[in-house]
T-cell receptor, first 117, second 111 residues
Framework: DADVTQTPRNRITKTGKRIMLECSQT?????MYWYRQDPGLGLRLIYY???????NKGEISDGYSVSRQAQAKFSLSLESAIPNQTALYFC????????????????FGPGTRLTVL | SQKIEQNSEALNIQEGKTATLTCNYT??????LQWYRQDPGRGPVFLLL?????KEKRKERLKVTFDTTLKQSLFHITASQPADSATYLCAPDTGRRALTFGSGTRLQVQP
């Protein structure tokens, strides 16, 4: 089974709908991230969480919210979806390690392709 | 503001040649730099990490250099193969916050 899973893998929705994207991991990592990817713009950080009680905004958090339900679960919500939120969304995890530094590699999920009509 | 630049144009090379990809950054003082590979529609996969006190790092056919004076990292794939065709992302970071990625360079290796 995959270490980082995302559900759903594909979603088409309408403007104004509330959407939740879910991420689960079995790697035992304490850090989790949500990114979106648009053609030509690369990966942009939406939110990240360094542990269950820690939530931080990334560079493009407007219009999004997150919930860290457990160490293994990190959900991304679009309260009222709009067409420019159409993108490929990735969840990622990383481990603090014994040193507590941030340079550990990130492990990505397979992505959720979201289309907002 | 912090900026990461990777060549947005695709790099086309012949099989067997060395591919060289460039990552430039501004307004960063990264303690390390990571490189990832991404195939279409899939999540990025970690390849290599180099620290600021390392000039060069190798892994099989991959070589990464890191010049903190030039604010640049070069990523080389020697004896390239069609299977190396993908988009390669760099991610410099200070070690104090989440990673920020460049937009990537697409490599196409022709047989």
């Amino acid at each position: 089974d995959a270490d980082v899973t995302q559900t759903p893998r594909n979603r088409i929705t309408k403007t104004g709908k509330r959407i939740m994207l879910e991420c689960s991991q079995t790697k035992g990592h304490d850090r989790m991230y949500w990114y979106r990817q648009d053609p030509g713009l690369g990966l942009r950080l939406i939110y990240y969480s360094f542990d269950v009680k820690d939530i931080n905004k990334g560079e493009i958090s407007d219009g999004y919210s997150v919930s860290r339900q457990a160490q293994a679960k990190f959900s991304l919500s679009l309260e009222s979806a709009i067409p420019n939120q159409t993108a490929l969304y990735f969840c990622a995890t990383s481990d603090t390690g014994t040193s507590g530094l941030l340079y550990n590699e990130q492990f990505f999920g397979p992505g959720t392709r979201l289309t907002v009509l | 503001s912090q900026k990461i630049e990777q060549n947005s144009e695709a790099l086309n090379i012949q099989e067997g040649k060395t591919a060289t990809l460039t990552c430039n950054y501004t307004n960063y003082s990264p303690a390390y730099l990571q490189w990832y590979r991404q195939d279409p529609g899939r999540g990025p996969v970690f390849l290599l990490l180099i620290r600021e006190n390392e000039k060069e790092k190798r892994k099989e056919r991959l070589k990464v250099t890191f010049d903190t004076t030039l604010k640049q990292s070069l990523f080389h794939i020697t004896a390239s193969q069609p299977a190396d065709s993908a988009t390669y992302l760099c991610a410099p970071d200070t070690g104090r916050r989440a990673l920020t990625f460049g937009s990537g360079t697409r490599l196409q290796v022709q047989p």
